[in-house]
């Protein structure tokens, strides 16, 4: 017999690896490589996936997340929805198949894409536990809900079912999943608890409740009853296209013609690009797509990159919305009471290779929240948080490259800034770039990294706002302090002693304020809680007659229809968001109060009016901006886009009267100076 | 019979005259609720001018060998909050003290702090504060805190030796007590008043007197007999000494004639310690001349002993930097042996406690390390 050849010998090894397989032996790739982290993987893909489908079917969605101990090392997650179900022949195929899955070929925003997730929990819980997955599914036109127990064979990347049912359900559809894994449960950072009040405060349509194998319930309840607007499928873009995409997709295409291609396959190509690519690529238009050379296919992408083309339609995104993200923080983070929530910012639409993408920011400040810790990051890339990898994804460098010192908080530099900060970053996109298949950091690119910067800043800003607005509010209150209860008194306990009656203390108080003060407060049992109605009052504490024109900015969706003040503004502009009053003369310790009645059903914190006041020069002017010179020609701050780079006026110093004389209360005496008993 | 209805403002026609002394100790204050009105009646600002108590404003008085309070002043004003509170509650001071004179009380200077809870938006957020504004009275009248009838907590430094001295006690009966023989183990217990009419000196067997910073240290010295055996009159400082405890220090030096050496940890906050015994301490600058013993030396532990012996140390903490470069800029600290002893331990980087010097033993601090200084020093 002749020997063999090594080639031949070798070749008799040679065989496909299954994908299976390859993902046994690469645990980490999916999430899986330690016993906590592929708890929380497991959690996480299971509801990424109901959330998905409640949406696809618009349901609100209801997803209960079930963990108990059935050994030391095992563990039980349930997961179940209210999401449409899955028919009884593809439920196999569902659980039990990687890269089985209808979003990986759609182009629009969605939590799971690949179809490899919660297959790959299967997988790994049938690895460590030899413990079939459990399903049970209904949908809406069965009478009865069909149970799969199944396992993934490696070997076939398909199901092995070992066991099929059918179960009355007391629910009209929805879809249940029991795995039985090795696992550890915890809280803290990376935990599944952090994972889904995340996914609470992104999806605030969602009603989640959280049982965790103490027995311990958290329920965060839906903060809005409306569903986000689907995203859209769109053509892909083709400025993000690759070559061998674009080949696939001539030779796919029903088109027969180039010209239809370009006009139908493809999104963002107007009628004259089209004939500009045609022409750069030295084609005609009528050549049959599904036969073109591989030369051609380079030529025709060369001529697609070297147009110019519509930025592709945001239509695809589902971004979650500055109302929404706001009411979502709120919900989840209204315990701790925090005194500020930046307005949320929603960047516009911009594209990365192709893909459009948004980012979007909220911001919390103050409360109970540890103002010796760094600000609590909390990442999002298309409504899913990301717990692991924070220092590698882009979100937390560009986070900590930025100055803070400027926004009013302590940071070391290039570290993430410390203060009582929660920080929302939110990208949304048909194809975000993540460092690795894990998904769990956002990649550095830099149109992404620039949007997310924007973001953030504006939110700092407004923070930094806030803050200085507050000094100046405690300057207010301290003077009021004085005015209203220390002077009276204290003249009270002088003219005892001196056997006096009181004099009138008119004239001192004018002194000490020496300001015009402007008072906001809400109508509510708490002033400083939104409420239906806030009252503006401004008071001359200066001796002079003021002259005085008030001018507000107001929250867009404050001042349509139903929108009223008293006195009567003399404009209303709903496009601006601006009111203004016509002029008064206020004598010294005169006053007047404005009343502001917002539209029905909105309620409003004082502190959402922006108030500016012409006639009393900065010096003299308490709880309020004098107005800007170039009011007339600037947009208001909620609309401004371009305000960028502006600086924010820093806060204003408090007069300097007096700075002559040393203050006695407030020498070093005050300081510690270990030096007496 | 019905409870005294307090009035709120006591008029004075309708309250019983105040003891005359009491009305001379608070006549400043009534002048001041005479400029007070004033001011008020013509529409200014409230105000008052003060002493300030600052490192910046203590002068040394060479006819006292102390450091006294110097001509800066700060304004106190109704502008700003702070002044605002201050003043008012200066008023309602005045009153409890006028309220305690008529009653025949006393009280202590943690009551007062608490007595602050029915003054209405004035009380004080601290004890801190409450003790500022004593002091501040002290200032403005020229006074004690005793003449107004407030008392520390009782401190109970503690005093061991043969030192014998006459304590008038609570039941107004003359006793003799021999600091040594008539005392246990924790000593002659400090009362808050040491001044004459309760205290004097009667005999004594003392060659000097060992001010001492920490508890532990005394024991050691007195279960090793060093008090008999060097003749040594221990005084325990507790930490940062309380008046009573510098005002007693000083009456041995004057009275007794004994010269007292001040033995401490070796930090920056010893060489505090220090300076309020030998110097004045700043808070307490108005009353320098009466509590500070200007002859008092210091012992140890130094900075050079810390190498000398070597001890063992801590390294510096960034507070004890802070606070040795603070006394750099310490008028008290402005001669050539506290720079060079401050800027030796800022050199070395290194602090050590007085018990470190266990590290030869419990014997070696009263055979070896105390008798070398105290030659040294030339009081052995």
């Given at each position: 017999?002749?020997?063999?050849?090594?080639?031949?010998?070798?070749?008799?090894?040679?065989?496909?690896?299954?994908?299976?397989?390859?993902?046994?032996?690469?645990?980490?790739?999916?999430?899986?490589?330690?016993?906590?982290?592929?708890?929380?993987?497991?959690?996480?893909?299971?509801?990424?996936?109901?959330?998905?489908?409640?949406?696809?079917?618009?349901?609100?969605?209801?997803?209960?997340?079930?963990?108990?101990?059935?050994?030391?090392?095992?563990?039980?997650?349930?997961?179940?929805?209210?999401?449409?179900?899955?028919?009884?022949?593809?439920?196999?195929?569902?659980?039990?198949?990687?890269?089985?899955?209808?979003?990986?070929?759609?182009?629009?925003q969605?939590r799971?894409?690949?179809?490899?997730?919660?297959?790959?929990?299967?997988?790994?819980?049938?690895?460590?536990?030899?413990?079939?997955?459990?399903?049970?599914?209904?949908?809406?036109?069965?009478?009865?809900?069909?149970?799969?127990?199944?396992?993934?064979?490696?070997?076939?990347?398909?199901?092995?079912?070992?066991?099929?049912?059918?179960?009355?359900?007391?629910?009209?559809?929805?879809?249940?999943?029991?795995?039985?894994?090795?696992?550890?449960?915890?809280?803290?950072r990376?935990?599944?608890f952090e994972y889904l009040k995340g996914t609470a405060i992104v999806n605030p349509h969602a009603?989640l409740?959280?049982?965790?194998?103490?027995?311990?319930?958290?329920?965060w309840e839906r903060a809005t009853p409306d569903l986000p607007a689907?995203a859209?499928?769109?053509?892909?873009?083709?400025?993000?296209?690759?070559?061998?995409?674009?080949?696939?997709?001539?030779?796919?295409?029903?088109?027969?013609?180039?010209?239809?291609?370009?006009?139908?396959?493809?999104?963002?190509?107007?009628?004259?690009?089209?004939?500009?690519?045609?022409?750069?690529?030295?084609?005609?238009?009528?050549?049959?797509?599904?036969?073109?050379?591989?030369?051609?296919?380079?030529?025709?992408?060369?001529?697609?990159?070297?147009?110019?083309?519509?930025t592709?339609?945001a239509e695809c995104l589902s971004p979650i919305g500055p109302m929404l993200i706001k009411r979502g923080l709120k919900n989840v983070l209204g315990s701790l009471r925090p005194e500020f929530y930046s307005p949320p910012v929603s960047r516009p639409p911009k594209v990365h290779?192709?893909c459009p993408f948004i980012v979007e920011v909220g911001l919390v400040y103050g409360g109970d929240l540890p103002s010796d810790q760094p600000v609590q990051l909390l990442r999002f890339a298309n409504r899913v948080p990301l717990l692991?990898q924070q220092g590698a994804c882009a979100i937390t460098q560009t986070v900590a490259d930025m100055d803070w010192h400027r926004y009013g908080l302590e940071q070391k530099s290039g570290a993430i800034p410390v203060g009582p900060v929660v920080l929302l970053v939110h990208v949304a996109s048909t194809?975000v770039p993540f460092?690795?298949?894990?998904?769990e950091a956002v990649a550095h690119t830099d149109d992404i990294t620039r949007e997310i910067e924007l973001a953030v800043q504006t939110a700092a800003r407004n923070m930094k706002l806030h803050l200085s607005r507050r000094t100046r509010r405690d300057q207010a209150m301290e003077k009021f302090t004085?005015?209203?209860?220390?002077?009276?008194?204290?003249?009270?306990?002088?003219?005892?002693?001196?056997?006096?009656?009181?004099?009138?203390?008119?004239?001192?108080?004018?002194?000490?304020m020496?300001v015009v003060a402007v008072e906001a407060k809400g109508s509510g049992e708490d002033p400083a809680k939104p409420s239906p109605r806030t009252s503006l009052t401004l008071t001359?504490?200066?001796?002079?007659?003021?002259?005085i024109e008030l001018f507000l900015e107001l929250p867009l969706e404050s001042v349509k229809e139903g929108f009223s003040a008293e006195?009567?503004p003399e404009t209303v502009s709903q496009e601006l968001g601006r009111v203004t009053f016509?002029?008064?003369?206020?004598?010294?310790?005169?006053?007047v109060t404005y009343t502001l009645t917002w539209p029905k059903g909105e309620e409003m914190e004082a502190e959402d009016v922006d108030i500016f006041v012409a006639g009393v020069d900065e010096a003299h002017l308490l709880g309020a901006d004098p107005l800007p010179g170039d009011w007339d020609v600037r947009l208001p701050a909620a609309l401004v886009e371009a305000a960028e780079n502006a600086e924010i006026a820093a806060a204003r110093p408090t007069p300097a009267?007096?700075?002559?004389?040393?203050?006695?209360?407030?020498?070093?005496?005050?300081?510690?100076?270990?030096?007496?008993? | 019979?019905?409870?005294?209805?307090?009035?709120?403002?006591?008029?004075?026609?309708?309250?019983?005259?105040?003891?005359?002394?009491?009305?001379?100790?608070?006549?400043?204050?009534?002048?001041?609720?005479?400029?007070?009105?004033?001011?008020?009646?013509?529409?200014?600002?409230?105000?008052?001018?003060?002493?300030?108590?600052?490192?910046?404003?203590?002068?040394?008085?060479?006819?006292?060998?102390?450091?006294?309070?110097?001509?800066?002043?700060?304004?106190?004003?109704?502008?700003?909050l702070?002044?605002?509170?201050?003043?008012?509650?200066?008023?309602?001071?005045?009153?409890?003290?006028?309220?305690?004179?008529?009653?025949?009380?006393?009280?202590?200077?943690?009551?007062?702090?608490?007595?602050?809870?029915?003054?209405?938006?004035?009380?004080?957020?601290?004890?801190?504060?409450?003790?500022?504004?004593?002091?501040?009275?002290?200032?403005?009248?020229?006074?004690?805190?005793?003449?107004?009838?407030?008392?520390?907590?009782?401190?109970?430094?503690?005093?061991?030796?043969?030192?014998?001295?006459?304590?008038?006690?609570?039941?107004?009966?003359?006793?003799?007590?021999?600091?040594?023989?008539?005392?246990?183990?924790?000593?002659?217990?400090?009362?808050?008043?040491?001044?004459?009419?309760?205290?004097?000196?009667?005999?004594?067997?003392?060659?000097?007197?060992?001010?001492?910073?920490?508890?532990?240290?005394?024991?050691?010295?007195?279960?090793?007999?060093?008090?008999?055996?060097?003749?040594?009159?221990?005084?325990?400082?507790?930490?940062?000494?309380?008046?009573?405890?510098?005002?007693?220090?000083?009456?041995?030096?004057?009275?007794?004639?004994?010269?007292?050496?001040?033995?401490?940890?070796?930090?920056?906050?010893?060489?505090?310690?220090?300076?309020?015994?030998?110097?004045?301490?700043?808070?307490?600058?108005?009353?320098?001349?009466?509590?500070?013993?200007?002859?008092?030396?210091?012992?140890?532990?130094?900075?050079?002993?810390?190498?000398?012996?070597?001890?063992?140390?801590?390294?510096?903490?960034?507070?004890?930097?802070?606070?040795?470069?603070?006394?750099?800029?310490?008028?008290?600290?402005?001669?050539?042996?506290?720079?060079?002893?401050?800027?030796?331990?800022?050199?070395?980087?290194?602090?050590?406690?007085?018990?470190?010097?266990?590290?030869?033993?419990?014997?070696?601090?009263?055979?070896?390390?105390?008798?070398?200084?105290?030659?040294?020093?030339?009081?052995?």
């Amino acid at each position: 017999m002749p020997p063999k050849s090594i080639a031949e010998e070798l070749a008799s090894k040679q065989k496909a690896i299954s994908i299976g397989e390859f993902f046994e032996r690469n645990r980490q790739i999916l999430g899986f490589d330690n016993p906590s982290r592929a708890l929380l993987t497991a959690v996480k893909e299971a509801v990424d996936n109901s959330i998905d489908s409640c949406e696809e079917a618009r349901i609100l969605p209801e997803v209960l997340v079930e963990i108990s101990k059935v050994t030391e090392e095992r563990l039980k997650v349930v997961v179940e929805d209210n999401g449409p179900g899955i028919v009884r022949k593809q439920i196999a195929n569902v659980f039990g198949r990687l890269l089985y899955g209808s979003r990986f070929h759609s182009n629009r925003q969605a939590r799971g894409q690949q179809g490899i997730g919660i297959s790959a929990a299967v997988l790994y819980a049938g690895l460590t536990t030899a413990t079939p997955a459990h399903i049970v599914s209904k949908i809406e036109e069965d009478p009865a809900a069909n149970v799969v127990d199944l396992f993934l064979d490696t070997q076939k990347n398909l199901a092995r079912v070992v066991k099929e049912d059918v179960l009355a359900w007391d629910r009209p559809h929805g879809t249940r999943i029991e795995l039985v894994l090795k696992a550890r449960y915890q809280r803290g950072r990376q935990s599944p608890f952090e994972y889904l009040k995340g996914t609470a405060i992104v999806n605030p349509h969602a009603r989640l409740v959280f049982v965790e194998p103490d027995g311990t319930r958290t329920t965060w309840e839906r903060a809005t009853p409306d569903l986000p607007a689907l995203a859209k499928e769109i053509p892909p873009h083709p400025h993000g296209l690759e070559l061998g995409e674009l080949d696939q997709m001539l030779r796919r295409s029903s088109s027969k013609t180039l010209q239809l291609f370009l006009s139908t396959d493809l999104s963002g190509i107007s009628r004259r690009g089209i004939s500009d690519v045609l022409q750069k690529g030295e084609f005609t238009g009528r050549e049959n797509p599904s036969a073109f050379s591989p030369e051609r296919v380079e030529r025709l992408l060369a001529a697609l990159k070297d147009t110019p083309m519509a930025t592709p339609s945001a239509e695809c995104l589902s971004p979650i919305g500055p109302m929404l993200i706001k009411r979502g923080l709120k919900n989840v983070l209204g315990s701790l009471r925090p005194e500020f929530y930046s307005p949320p910012v929603s960047r516009p639409p911009k594209v990365h290779a192709g893909c459009p993408f948004i980012v979007e920011v909220g911001l919390v400040y103050g409360g109970d929240l540890p103002s010796d810790q760094p600000v609590q990051l909390l990442r999002f890339a298309n409504r899913v948080p990301l717990l692991f990898q924070q220092g590698a994804c882009a979100i937390t460098q560009t986070v900590a490259d930025m100055d803070w010192h400027r926004y009013g908080l302590e940071q070391k530099s290039g570290a993430i800034p410390v203060g009582p900060v929660v920080l929302l970053v939110h990208v949304a996109s048909t194809k975000v770039p993540f460092t690795s298949e894990a998904k769990e950091a956002v990649a550095h690119t830099d149109d992404i990294t620039r949007e997310i910067e924007l973001a953030v800043q504006t939110a700092a800003r407004n923070m930094k706002l806030h803050l200085s607005r507050r000094t100046r509010r405690d300057q207010a209150m301290e003077k009021f302090t004085i005015i209203q209860k220390i002077l009276p008194r204290m003249a009270q306990k002088a003219s005892g002693i001196v056997d006096k009656p009181v004099p009138d203390l008119t004239r001192v108080i004018t002194r000490i304020m020496d300001v015009v003060a402007v008072e906001a407060k809400g109508s509510g049992e708490d002033p400083a809680k939104p409420s239906p109605r806030t009252s503006l009052t401004l008071t001359n504490y200066t001796s002079r007659i003021r002259p005085i024109e008030l001018f507000l900015e107001l929250p867009l969706e404050s001042v349509k229809e139903g929108f009223s003040a008293e006195p009567a503004p003399e404009t209303v502009s709903q496009e601006l968001g601006r009111v203004t009053f016509p002029l008064q003369k206020l004598t010294p310790n005169a006053k007047v109060t404005y009343t502001l009645t917002w539209p029905k059903g909105e309620e409003m914190e004082a502190e959402d009016v922006d108030i500016f006041v012409a006639g009393v020069d900065e010096a003299h002017l308490l709880g309020a901006d004098p107005l800007p010179g170039d009011w007339d020609v600037r947009l208001p701050a909620a609309l401004v886009e371009a305000a960028e780079n502006a600086e924010i006026a820093a806060a204003r110093p408090t007069p300097a009267e007096g700075d002559e004389e040393v203050d006695y209360d407030a020498t070093e005496k005050k300081e510690s100076f270990a030096d007496e008993e | 019979m019905p409870p005294k209805r307090k009035s709120p403002l006591p008029t004075k026609s309708k309250v019983p005259a105040l003891p005359t002394s009491d009305r001379a100790i608070l006549q400043p204050t009534l002048d001041l609720a005479q400029q007070i009105y004033d001011q008020l009646y013509k529409g200014d600002i409230p105000r008052m001018k003060l002493p300030l108590r600052t490192k910046q404003n203590i002068q040394f008085s060479s006819r006292e060998g102390v450091w006294r309070l110097g001509n800066q002043s700060g304004i106190r004003s109704a502008r700003k909050l702070d002044g605002a509170l201050m003043l008012l509650r200066t008023f309602w001071l005045v009153d409890f003290i006028e309220e305690m004179a008529r009653d025949g009380k006393h009280s202590t200077l943690r009551e007062l702090y608490y007595i602050s809870e029915q003054w209405e938006e004035a009380k004080f957020h601290s004890e801190n504060e409450s003790n500022l504004l004593v002091e501040d009275l002290e200032v403005l009248c020229e006074r004690m805190r005793e003449d107004f009838r407030l008392r520390p907590e009782e401190n109970g430094a503690s005093v061991i030796g043969d030192l014998t001295l006459t304590e008038v006690n609570r039941k107004g009966q003359k006793k003799k007590i021999n600091c040594r023989d008539d005392v246990g183990d924790g000593g002659y217990q400090l009362p808050a008043n040491v001044e004459k009419e309760k205290i004097t000196f009667s005999s004594h067997g003392a060659k000097f007197v060992l001010a001492i910073e920490c508890g532990g240290m005394v024991d050691r010295l007195a279960e090793n007999g060093f008090d008999e055996d060097q003749n040594a009159l221990l005084v325990h400082l507790k930490g940062q000494p309380a008046r009573s405890t510098r005002r007693f220090l000083k009456r041995l030096n004057e009275e007794l004639k004994l010269p007292v050496v001040v033995f401490t940890d070796g930090d920056p906050w010893s060489f505090r310690i220090f300076a309020s015994v030998a110097y004045g301490a700043i808070k307490t600058a108005h009353i320098s001349h009466y509590l500070a013993t200007p002859g008092a030396e210091f012992l140890g532990v130094t900075a050079s002993d810390i190498e000398n012996y070597k001890l063992p140390s801590d390294t510096l903490s960034d507070r004890d930097i802070q606070a040795l470069k603070a006394e750099l800029t310490d008028p008290r600290f402005n001669t050539e042996e506290w720079k060079s002893e401050i800027e030796l331990m800022l050199q070395n980087g290194k602090k050590a406690e007085q018990q470190s010097l266990a590290k030869y033993g419990l014997n070696y601090v009263t055979e070896t390390y105390l008798p070398e200084k105290l030659t040294e020093m030339g009081v052995l």
